[in-house]
């Protein structure tokens, strides 16, 4: 009982050579469906572009996520097998982020049904829109879904990496509203919201700020000329963590500088802040975490279990009651054109896949 190594680099070759921009899935959607539809599988589309495919089977069903999109550049995307590794050809990304997720769960659903014995019953979803804020999965309509619990595998690290917390998200855009005047005859009847702006941000903790919480001020704008005191500056910041209180803390230093120095100068200041998602913390004795552990020491890897300070779907799909796993998927130097995953990591991950539609407890 195994997975077919040759088969699955064929699949991941495949897909990877499909392109697949955020918000432009339809090739691959189309391709995925074909697949599942051979493989047996019930599929359907929502109107976002997400595809869920129905594996039947043993008792209730597991959820298997993975997302269909990858980060430009992803147009014409080459891979080259060298040495067991795969890399792209240099020009793109390889788009192992996150196909080689999607290649794990078709080999492993493919190799559970060759068996030819009763297996689990498993829902996976394709999502599209990952890269550009995890829409897909926010606009997935959940109701669709009946597993209660499930996996992915969209993560950095070595394959048996088990994420047990990943961050609440927050960010903002602040504009800041001075006013403009000369700055060489009668600045005095100006103020700079640039002036504005530094007071505020040099009164903010930023970066890793413990071992759960970080925040960034990612670009400032505004200004015109040196002659003009600027009038106008806008501020786009973010701030997560694992711990709700600690974000809502760092939000409020963050909102509290702003309104101070905008005090101080006599400026506005006119603040949008959004929660992009909330925290999602798994039980390291959750029934899902000691399911995962087994199948991951089953296929003699040693399970570990780590934290993320990065965003995925997982922090969506968990929101929505369904308690799910995301795990390490041994890809390298992702968003980059220099992505490459070796082969045999994608081979692991399959093999937890079919692991898991085999050992049928619920
Ligand atoms: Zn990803």
Redesign the pocket.
């Known amino acids: 009982m195994s997975v077919n190594s040759e088969r699955l680099l064929d699949t991941f070759c495949t897909l990877v050579r499909i392109d697949n921009p955020s918000g432009h899935e339809a090739a691959m959607a189309a391709h995925l469906i074909e697949r599942c539809t051979a493989l047996g599988m019930q599929c359907e589309q929502d109107a976002m572009g997400n595809v869920i495919a129905r594996l039947a089977g043993v008792g209730p069903p597991i959820l298997f996520s993975a997302?269909m999109d990858s980060v430009a550049p992803c147009i014409g995307k080459q891979p080259v097998v060298r040495d067991g590794v795969v890399y792209s050809a240099g020009d793109t990304v390889l788009g192992a982020?996150?196909l080689a997720?999607v290649t794990a769960f078709l080999e492993g659903i493919q190799a559970a049904k060759e068996r030819g014995q009763p297996h689990r019953a498993a829902e996976l979803v394709l999502t599209v829109q990952?890269?550009i804020g995890l829409k897909g999965a926010r606009g997935l309509d959940y109701r669709r879904l009946q597993a209660k619990h499930g996996i992915a595998f969209?993560l950095n690290g070595p394959v048996g990496n088990i994420c047990v917390g990943s961050p609440a998200h927050d960010s903002f855009t602040a504009r800041i509203i001075g006013a403009a005047a000369h700055a060489g005859v009668e600045p005095e009847k100006g103020i700079s919201a640039i002036q504005v702006a530094a007071s505020a941000i040099a009164a903010m903790p930023l970066g890793r700020l413990d071992d759960e919480t970080t925040a960034n001020i990612g670009s400032i704008e505004g200004g015109k000329a040196n002659n003009i005191v600027p009038d106008v500056v806008v501020i786009k910041g973010e701030a997560r963590s694992r711990s709700l209180t600690k974000l809502d803390g760092q939000w409020a230093t963050m909102r509290q500088a702003l309104e101070d120095a905008a005090a101080r100068f006599g400026a506005r200041v006119e603040i949008d802040y959004t929660r992009h998602y909330a925290a999602s913390v798994l039980d390291p004795e959750s029934s899902i975490v000691q399911l995962v552990s087994r199948a991951v020491r089953a296929v003699g890897l040693q399970p570990e279990l780590v934290v993320t300070g990065g965003g995925?779907d997982v922090s969506i799909i968990s929101s929505k009651g369904i308690e799910t796993a995301n795990l390490s998927m041994g890809y390298d130097q992702?968003h980059s054109v220099n992505e490459n995953i070796a082969v045999s990591e994608i081979e692991h991950a399959a093999q937890i896949v079919l692991n898991l539609l085999t050992t049928i407890e619920v």
């Open positions: 997302h982020d996150d997720g990952e890269e969209d995925s992702i």
